[in-house]
């Protein structure tokens, strides 16, 4: 028998999350049956919108997200033992599928290239930055691109892709290293938002035009700076709040009505889940690609060890990663 590692919502959180919101539970998994398969993790995914898909957990449910996992007994003949998938199981070692819902690698995907990014650049965060941009935002040759949390997991991709669509780039980020990373990525202007004087004057600074594009990680009172600066017929992807998931208030007020109106700018929140099927499988096709030829770089901040996931979840809340934060089982 098999025993399955399990990481639970212990209490609900209020606030920033602790230690003790989460336990580690130990179970027994029976026998498979015909069609099932055995999974065993390899990489698990901590991402920002579990803190708020949290809320929808009942307390002592495992918590959720994807995982690059090996399927090490199989009695499905679509997923012989060796397969490796990307499952949507949550934080757990080892777990029983159907099948449903598991995703293989793309066809073609290069050894040169870790499996973890499949959970990152070639995976949902890059996913998110591709049709976010591309779609949401529409982005064209010559515009000037806004990205905050550019750092991150989907920010960094959010600008390579920019700039291989001949835009100008502009990114936010927490630390003095994020920024150098950021210029080394080739953005064409980045700042530390944490100490510079005025954000207002740092936006100015770096585009004085103004912006035609802005991909929204952040929210919040940064969000409304940078919608001030907005060029008329503008586009915002709301892709995620992140100042805001660890509120216990009010939220703060939102942009002003008179710059969305009079710029006849364009807000529009989105999950990556909306594209599916040929399209998604084209974007993953590209994302590998650009990957594999250099054209998109990526950087991974891994924790090892299963019993991490808590500590790597808060970290990446906190703002500790540069680029994708992973957990080694």
């Known amino acids: 028998m098999v025993q399955a590692k399990s990481w639970t919502l212990k209490k609900h959180f209020e606030g920033f999350p602790t230690d003790s919101n989460f336990e580690l539970r130990t179970t027994e998994l ?15 995914s901590v991402d920002p919108y579990m803190r708020i898909a949290s809320k929808r957990l009942k307390e002592g449910d495992r918590m959720m997200g994807e995982q690059v996992a090996r399927v090490v007994e199989s009695k499905n003949p679509a997923f012989p033992t060796g397969t490796i998938v ?35 650049t070639v995976g949902m965060p890059g996913l998110t930055a591709y049709f976010g941009l591309l779609d949401i935002c529409g982005v064209k040759g010559g515009e000037t691109v806004m990205v905050n949390a550019a750092a991150g997991a989907v920010g960094s991709v959010v600008g390579q892709i920019a700039k291989l669509k001949g835009c100008k780039v502009v ?29 207002a004057e740092a936006l100015k600074t770096a585009s004085p035009d103004g912006y035609d594009c802005y991909f929204d990680n952040v929210g919040g009172e940064f969000s409304n700076t940078v919608i001030a600066q907005m060029k008329t017929f503008g586009r915002i992807a709301i892709c995620g709040a992140i100042s805001q998931y660890n509120r216990t208030g009010a939220c ?13 700018l364009r807000m529009e929140g989105f999950i990556v889940t909306r594209w599916e099927g040929d399209v998604r499988l084209k974007a993953l096709t590209d994302l590998m690609n650009w990957v594999s030829e250099g054209k998109i770089q990526y950087h ?30």
């Not at 029976?30 to 999974?39: F, R, S, T």
């Not at 990373?181 to 005025?198: C, H, I």
């Not at 703060?252 to 006849?264: C, D, N, S």
Request: aromatic residues 10%.
């Open 300 to 329: 991974e901040y891994v924790l090892e060890g299963f019993e991490k996931m808590p500590a790597a979840f808060m970290g990446m809340l906190r703002g500790e990663n540069l680029g994708k934060a992973i957990v080694k089982a």
């Open 252 to 264: 703060p007020p939102g942009p002003p009505p008179e710059v969305v109106i009079y710029q006849q």
């Open 30 to 44: 029976p026998p498979l049956k015909d069609g099932e398969v055995l999974l065993e993790a390899l990489f698990l």
């Open 171 to 199: 990114g936010a980020a927490g630390s003095d290293e994020k920024v150098a990373y950021l210029k080394k990525l080739g953005f064409d202007a980045a700042f530390n938002y944490k100490t510079v004087k005025s954000l």
């Open 86 to 120: 990307v499952a949507l199981v949550g934080w757990t070692s080892h777990s029983i599928s159907d099948g449903k819902g598991l995703r293989k690698l793309p066809a073609g995907w290069p050894d040169k290239l870790p499996l973890s990014l499949a959970l990152g």
